[in-house]
């Protein structure tokens, strides 16, 4: 229902556009469940403005207010397509914002509500009403994106508005690589900045790989004192606190993978013992997809034990209830060479590289459940190996499209990371020193390209489509680091966080929305997070936003 503060008179004025394309909507991203407006400009009493909540016992709640009440106070954004723009009328004032939250509870995971509903009249007190702290954060990003500056004054274009929103997947993440390239707190913290301007919510740490290990390790320390690139370049254990707080503030989960068996170069420079095709040089590409080779020897329970001991210590560091542990692009060869595995497989007749492999995630599968944790785990297993998983596990589909549906079929439920669309560091050429070629996942993915990928193509049985939770982006570090990670990310993360909040279906026509009807919204967007300080790279020259109508490309433009 209509809730009292609207008239009937203003209801009646409203216009109801269901994830429709208006001018007022250009400041809202990612686009609304439901969206409704009349025609009347409001301004935004600066000299007094207020947001308060009925809820004062939530950290989650009372660090959103603080930080939405200072960008209400001190943004100033105009939008580009603005610049033309006089004074506009406004006829009302919205003095203070109410956050109105169910619960205070703060429990953040899969099954966390994130909907809400915001309200704003034409005078008077605009409202957020939501079931969570987490919701509420949501709809505090979209009161901040109404606000636009305007002669001098700070307004929202037309009031009332009400929207009702909530997101179609509860799984929208990045995934990072800090273990290529090291990225420094500061730096993950804006990453975080920008997922919130975007409502997405997982973090997707790939914390270690085969070339770093710069995470602490009380268990075993020798991890990072051999494994990472030096003193300044590891995260403590409070520096990990320090992110997992400041994520879950803005309603970001952050979960951590551990990729083994493979790429676990970086273990070996602490423990060869348990290692397997060590760096091997210079016919790396034998024994691993990229140098340095090496992976954890399957059939050692030294190996196993020493794997037991990361899942157990990282569990009780992380507190979200997913944990990956990786297993994408395991290298038989590198096994079958090992004089250790071929003893095992040779004394053990009807054991072979693949049941060795079924067997390690079957006991890191249940390892995790020990832990209370729920396990994430990419494709490569279930997929090539036919490990037989818990129903539990959420698999991570990035060998194509294809591999979503794959996956549902056999009744997991899914993350859909493509390469093809949603890996973004590539489109760099080769990073082989000796190599002119371009890299495996070349060429590089515009916005268009991943705006228009959806994650249920092909997949028509309604029960299945309910095992899709989500998808992530990936960002790859070889050829990124934290100087590159804000225009890598951005605006392109942006398109992925608009497919994974309303999906790219327009509900009038029930077609994909066209690129050029999205694109100045997505400009938009890109400029109001350079504002806040992240780098976002342009999407065209300025000319072209100023006239949109001129730069579409002739094949399409009819």
């Known amino acids: 229902m209509w809730h009292l503060r609207f008239s009937n008179k203003l209801a009646a004025a409203l216009v109801l556009v269901s994830a429709v394309f208006t001018p007022s909507v250009w400041a809202v991203w990612p686009m609304p469940a439901t969206f409704a407006e009349g025609k009347i400009g409001v301004e935004i009493k600066r000299s007094d403005f207020m947001i308060k909540s009925n809820v004062t016992s939530s950290s989650v709640i009372n660090a959103a207010i603080e930080r939405y009440q200072y960008l209400v106070e001190h943004e100033y954004f105009e939008s580009p397509y603005d610049f033309n723009e006089g004074a ?21 995971d899969l099954e966390t509500d994130e909907s809400y509903t915001l309200e704003v009249p034409v005078e008077g007190k605009a409202v957020i009403s939501a079931k969570t702290p987490f919701g509420a954060v949501r709809g505090l990003e979209t009161f901040s994106q109404l606000i636009v500056a305007n002669s001098g004054r700070k307004i929202i274009k037309n009031a009332p ?36 301007y975007n409502k997405l919510n997982v973090l997707h740490w790939h914390i270690v790989d085969a070339f770093s290990w710069p995470i602490e390790s009380k268990v075993h320390p020798e991890l990072t004192e051999k494994g990472a690139y030096s003193v300044d370049m590891r995260y403590s254990y ?57 992976q954890l020897n399957i059939a050692d329970p030294r ?26 692009v395991l290298n038989e060869d590198c096994w079958k060479e090992d004089p250790v595995v071929e003893l095992y497989v040779r004394d053990h007749p009807g054991e072979s590289i693949n049941s060795l492999i079924v067997g390690w995630f079957t006991q890191m599968s249940e390892k995790l459940g020990e832990m209370g944790k729920i396990a994430f785990a990419y494709e490569d297993p279930v997929i090539n190996y036919n490990f037989t998983a818990k129903n539990t596990t959420i698999l991570q589909a990035w060998v194509g499209e294809e591999s979503v549906s794959k996956i549902v079929d056999k009744g997991y439920r899914a993350i859909a990371s493509p390469w093809n669309r949603y890996y973004l560091d590539c489109g760099n050429g080769s990073w082989l020193s000796n ?105 065209q020259p300025l000319w072209c936003i100023r006239h949109p109508e001129a730069c579409l490309h002739p094949s399409a433009a009819t």
């Open 435 to 539: 190599f002119e070629g371009n890299s495996w996942c070349d060429p590089y993915k515009g916005w268009q390209q991943i705006y228009s990928y959806n994650p249920l193509t092909n997949i028509t049985d309604p029960e299945k489509q309910k095992l899709v939770l989500g998808g992530e982006v990936a960002l790859f570090s070889a050829q990124s680091d934290e100087t590159t990670v804000d225009r890598y990310l951005w605006p392109r993360t942006a398109a992925f966080a608009e497919i994974m909040w309303s999906g790219n279906i327009d509900p009038v026509t029930n077609t994909t929305r066209e690129p050029s009807k999205v694109a100045p919204r997505l400009t938009d967007q890109r400029f109001r997070m350079v504002a806040r300080g992240i780098m976002a790279g342009p999407l």
């Open 303 to 328: 190996a196993v034990s020493f794997a037991f001991d990361i899942i157990t210590e990282y569990s009780r560091l992380f507190l979200d209830l997913g944990f990956h542990i990786g297993g994408g």
């Open 161 to 196: 508005v009400r929207i009702v929103d909530a997101p179609k997947f509860p799984h929208r993440g990045i995934l990072l690589d800090t273990s290529r390239n090291f990225y420094h707190v500061d730096a993950i913290l804006r990453t975080l900045d920008a997922m919130a």
């Open 238 to 294: 409070e520096d990990v606190k320090k992110i997992i707080n400041y994520a879950k503030n803005r309603a970001i989960r952050v979960m951590p993978e551990f990729d083994m068996p493979g790429h676990t170069f970086v273990v070996g420079e602490a423990h060869p013992e348990i290692m397997s095709c060590l760096n091997k040089q210079p016919n790396w590409d034998k024994f691993a997809a990229e140098p340095p080779s090496g």
């Open 88 to 108: 506009l009328k406004t006829s009302g004032y919205i003095y203070s914002l109410e956050v109105d939250v169910q619960t205070a509870q703060d429990v953040f």
